[in-house]
């Protein structure tokens, strides 16, 4: 069985641009061997990620997340069955918020600043899907 999983989080200190590539290059190179894939969304000091794979593969993982220490204000928004993935092109997909037009965020959200905290999982769900659709990945494998 299929699952999607979509969590926020602050990151706990700030990451610099290193440490945020060493995340990726880590989540690119185990991802695969779990099945799992997804896309990571930053900006604003706000993590989004979504994973996508077996409901335990993806379990496992968002315990490893909630239990580092580089996350704070972990917040699940979203958990469900799926009959496909949305992100299966992506061991992790990344999207950059400060490289988009402030009224995208403005669409699904109360400011034009990234803040799944104040929002819907449905909302922040719909603007993932429009920053993939208006091809907004910063760098995918």
């Given at each position: 069985?299929?699952?999607?999983?979509?969590?926020a989080?602050?990151?706990?200190?700030?990451?610099?641009?290193?440490?945020?590539?060493?995340?990726?290059?880590?989540?690119r190179?185990?991802?695969?061997?779990h099945?799992?894939?997804?896309?990571?969304?930053?900006?604003?000091?706000?993590?989004?990620?979504?994973?996508?794979?077996?409901?335990?593969?993806?379990?496992?993982?968002?315990?490893?997340?909630?239990?580092?220490?580089?996350?704070?204000q972990?917040?699940?928004?979203?958990?469900?069955?799926?009959?496909?993935?949305?992100?299966?092109?992506?061991?992790?997909g990344?999207?950059?918020?400060?490289?988009l037009n402030?009224?995208?965020?403005?669409?699904?959200?109360?400011?034009?600043?990234?803040?799944?905290?104040?929002?819907?999982g449905?909302?922040?769900?719909a603007?993932?899907?429009?920053?993939?659709?208006?091809?907004?990945?910063?760098?995918?494998?």
């Amino acid at each position: 069985m299929l699952v999607r999983l979509m969590y926020a989080s602050r990151p706990a200190p700030a990451l610099d641009a290193e440490e945020l590539a060493a995340i990726l290059r880590e989540s690119r190179a185990a991802n695969p061997q779990h099945g799992i894939t997804g896309v990571l969304c930053v900006g604003d000091g706000v993590f989004v990620q979504v994973l996508e794979g077996s409901r335990s593969a993806v379990n496992r993982l968002y315990q490893l997340i909630a239990a580092d220490a580089r996350h704070k204000q972990l917040e699940l928004l979203s958990y469900e069955e799926i009959t496909e993935r949305r992100y299966a092109a992506w061991a992790m997909g990344q999207m950059d918020i400060a490289r988009l037009n402030p009224a995208l965020l403005l669409k699904y959200s109360l400011t034009a600043h990234l803040d799944p905290f104040s929002v819907s999982g449905a909302a922040t769900a719909a603007l993932l899907d429009e920053l993939t659709a208006t091809a907004s990945i910063v760098r995918s494998p």
